[in-house]
């Protein structure tokens, strides 16, 4: 970039005069430039391709850019061409072979190559014509801005040819030249000009180096979004930095009084706004936010009433409160929405990291880091934000304490009298709100119950448990010599099963495999169960149905797993059955299967042989689980079996869906490859509440006709399948107040396994009814080890 550079000894630069050659020299450089241009981009076209929209746009930008430079110098006091000016003659043309690859990559694929090499030599002639001009002793304030205005037409094409790959976000960096250029035209002081910075010149070749280095592909993806995205945020430094010397130099007394005055009102805007903003996302409506916070009017009245350092002091304190709890009402929204409850700060920060994974194997680690690196800026920003606005509200208090006075005390009048009369614009929204300081009550009293719950669990975990002590003889008599299948399928709820609109097809697939179980010599009989979790988290219920305790928080599964208690897979072990866990999305190891759970054998998506495709979340289809597992421990002769098999091809986010190829297809799992690039992907159903609900539906249906597919293909006479669901999925399938009702189901060829239940009065098939039974999802341990043992 070309600027005035003073001598050593502060003399203003030599201006080398135009002799009387100067115009026909000028007029001779815009024919070369134009012809330069078309040479270019024939080379261009030999080389690399360029279509008709490439040649279009590379002379357009060449003759124009051309034309521009050199009407500027006869325009200017200096109609010469000076030697720089070549230089940037030819960055110029450069840049319009870069336009025209950049416009024809939107019809096909260009060159790379091409695209770089361009890119890269014309930022490299960036340093080289400032050199020139001060070598030559001709730079000129014209010529630093023809230069600048090159750069930034150079990192407008390569924020396009990047925003391709990583987004229209990239199109920010290109945008923002223009951006403050459009406002100097409204705005007149934003149009001064800006004093040479060594720093905007490093950023700004930053952006054209980070952008040219994008573009080229050599970073991996999320390398390459990291690096643009600190680009980016250099800019908006250096761009904020410019902005502020403009409005300290140019910004006149008008100016100045309607930017204080904008800064308050946003100040008292934000802050109102986050103290009467509901924490639970049905709530959030434009109504509820008519409405006067109490905790606003006291942070005035001290504001009042203390002296400068102290109220400072308070004001910051206050500030970063707000900035926390909204936070927290964020979290409640994120955790109602998902899993039915509120968030709590003490117990609850385990669950965001199981939250990330999700999120992670649903949209890939890239999109998710930068995700986390944006929401993480936001927040740090917001809360910033936030205590900056009680700072500002409370020096303005105090700068202006009459007229501070008189507003406080209507107000004040005005919340006493709503909340006399309870007015409510809707119901459960009063006018008169103390919501954030209600917040903080309901805050600390839900931890303390939390916490006396977390200390009876504990209690009761260390008790005597009865089932622990029988003896491996009189265990589980009822099923000796069976293969006893757990099948968690996942957020299989009551809502897939009645009165919801995906619920008709779940309900005739039921029926259908009810019939065809059947007819092949299998009973069923269903029932409903209560899950400790919602939307998510399912090892709750994986380990409540296992321990019989209610585990409910991620805190109690922690002290459980570091128990000794008796579960499931610990009866059948010592009753001599072989006990797996089959668990296909996970891909690392697990050792609470063996240090608590004691399972004999742990599957998961590293060493079941699969070659297939990902399904989002769901590493492999549910068909190719079950046939893995039949090859793996059902073979001829094997020992019983116990096992406890997650089944997640229902696991939001429902796309793409894999579809059932024939049994003896399913192979290495290869042939499924073709399968996600027919179905949706998960971007695609985002937000979408219809296409939501439509693929949930279908992605119970598939897991409920895999596995009743395979207990026929199967047809071993001596298995005992329990499929239940480990929680009602959660937002947008299930609305806020949804009950943790599963369904629970056991299909069994032997007609003694249904005897031993009969107590249980379960209802026949595999769709409970209505009346169906109900019971607790931590019961099970002790009505099925007490239907099945032997004489204690």
């Not at 409910?552 to 922690?558: C, F, L, P, R």
Request: proline residues 6%.
């Amino acid at each position: 970039m070309r600027t005035i550079q003073p001598a050593d000894e502060g003399a203003p630069p030599t201006i080398r005069l135009a002799d009387k050659g100067a115009l026909p020299a000028i007029r001779l450089a815009t024919i070369l430039g134009m012809l330069a241009t078309a040479v270019l981009l024939g080379v261009v076209s030999a080389t690399a391709g360029l279509g008709v929209a490439g040649w279009i746009a590379g002379l357009a930008t060449g003759s124009a850019a051309t034309a521009l430079l050199l009407t500027a110098r006869v325009r200017s006091d200096q109609p010469a061409i000076h030697p720089a000016d070549w230089v940037t003659l030819t960055r110029v043309l450069l840049i319009a072979g870069v336009a025209g690859l950049v416009a024809d990559s939107f019809g096909r694929p260009v060159s790379i190559t091409a695209l770089v090499t361009l890119s890269a030599v014309a930022l490299a002639l960036d340093a080289v014509d400032g050199q020139v001009a001060r070598r030559t002793g001709t730079a000129t304030p014209l010529g630093g801005r023809i230069d600048g205005e090159a750069d930034a037409f150079l990192i407008l094409l390569l924020s396009i040819a990047v925003s391709q790959e990583y987004g229209g976000w990239v199109l920010v960096i290109g945008a923002a030249r223009y951006a403050l250029l459009l406002a100097g035209w409204l705005i007149p002081w934003l149009a001064a000009p800006l004093p040479p910075r060594y720093w905007g010149k490093v950023v700004a070749a930053v952006q054209g180096i980070v952008l040219t280095v994008a573009a080229s592909g050599l970073p991996g993806r999320r390398t390459g979004m990291i690096a643009v995205a600190a680009a980016l945020l250099l800019l908006a430094e250096s761009f904020g930095r410019n902005v502020i010397w403009l409005y300290r130099t140019g910004a006149g007394p008008r100016t100045r009084r309607a930017l204080r005055l904008a800064i308050t009102v946003l100040s008292v805007v934000l802050v109102w706004g986050v103290l009467v903003a509901p924490d639970r996302h049905n709530r959030l409506t434009p109504v509820a936010f008519v409405r006067i916070p109490v905790e606003g009017l006291v942070l005035v009245a001290v504001a009042v009433v203390l002296p400068a350092r102290p109220r400072r002091i308070v004001a910051a304190v206050a500030g970063i409160l707000f900035g926390l709890l909204t936070l927290i009402k964020i979290l409640n929204m994120a955790f109602y929405l998902e899993i039915g409850r509120t968030f709590n700060p003490v117990l609850d920060w385990g669950d965001i990291g199981p939250a990330i994974g999700v999120v992670r194997d649903s949209i890939g680690a890239t999109r998710t880091t930068i995700a986390l690196v944006a929401l993480g800026l936001g927040l740090i920003l917001a809360i910033g934000a936030i205590t900056a606005s009680a700072i500002h509200i409370t020096t303005m208090t105090a700068r202006h304490r009459r007229a501070a006075v008189r507003a406080l005390a209507a107000l004040t009048a005005v919340w006493a009298l709503c909340a006399g009369l309870s007015l409510q614009p809707i119901p459960g929204v009063p006018v008169a709100s103390t919501s954030t300081a209600g917040l903080v009550v309901a805050e600390v009293r839900d931890t303390q119950v939390a916490l006396r719950d977390q200390r009876h669990f504990e209690q009761v975990l260390r008790g005597f448990d009865p089932e622990a002590s029988v003896p491996a003889s009189d265990l589980l008599t009822g099923l000796r010599g069976k293969d006893v299948i757990i099948a968690f399928v996942e957020s299989y709820g009551q809502i897939a099963v009645q009165g919801t609109s995906f619920s008709v097809g779940v309900d005739a697939v039921l029926h259908r495999s009810t019939a065809s179980l059947a007819r092949a010599g299998w009973s069923t009989q269903s029932a409903w169960i209560t899950s400790p979790t919602f939307g998510g988290i399912s090892w709750l219920a994986h380990s409540t149905l296992q321990s019989g305790l209610w585990v409910d928080t991620v805190q109690k599964y922690a002290e459980l797993v570091g128990s000794r208690r008796f579960t499931l897979s610990d009866a059948f072990g010592k009753a001599g059955w072989r006990t797996v866990y089959d668990a296909p999305s996970d891909d690392y190891y697990w050792p609470i299967g063996t240090s608590f759970y004691h399972f004999d054998k742990i599957y998961d998506r590293r060493d079941v042989g699969y070659h297939g495709p990902a399904f989002s979340y769901a590493s492999m289809p549910d068909q190719y689980t079950l046939a893995t597992f039949q090859r793996l421990e059902l073979t001829p002769g094997h020992k019983p079996v116990m096992a406890q098999i997650a089944l997640v091809s229902s696991h939001t986010p429902w796309a793409p869906l894999p579809v059932m190829v024939p049994w003896n297809k399913v192979g290495n799992g290869s042939i499924f490859d073709p399968m996600p690039a027919r179905g949706q992907t998960p971007l695609y159903m985002l937000g979408d509440v219809r296409r939501e609900l439509r693929a949930f539906g279908q992605s119970i249906q598939y897991s409920m006709q895999v596995l009743t597919s395979w207990v026929t293909e199967l047809n071993d006479p001596n298995l005992v399948l329990i499929v239940l669901g480990d929680e009602q999925p959660g937002a947008p399938i299930s609305s806020p107040g949804t009950n943790h009702v599963v369904p629970i189901s056991i299909i069994a060829r032997d007609p003694s396994v249904f005897r031993q239940i009969a107590p249980w009065r379960w209802q026949d098939g595999l769709l409970p009814g209505p009346s169906a039974p109900l019971e607790p999802m931590n019961a099970f341990r002790n009505q099925f080890l007490g239907a099945f043992n032997g004489a204690r």
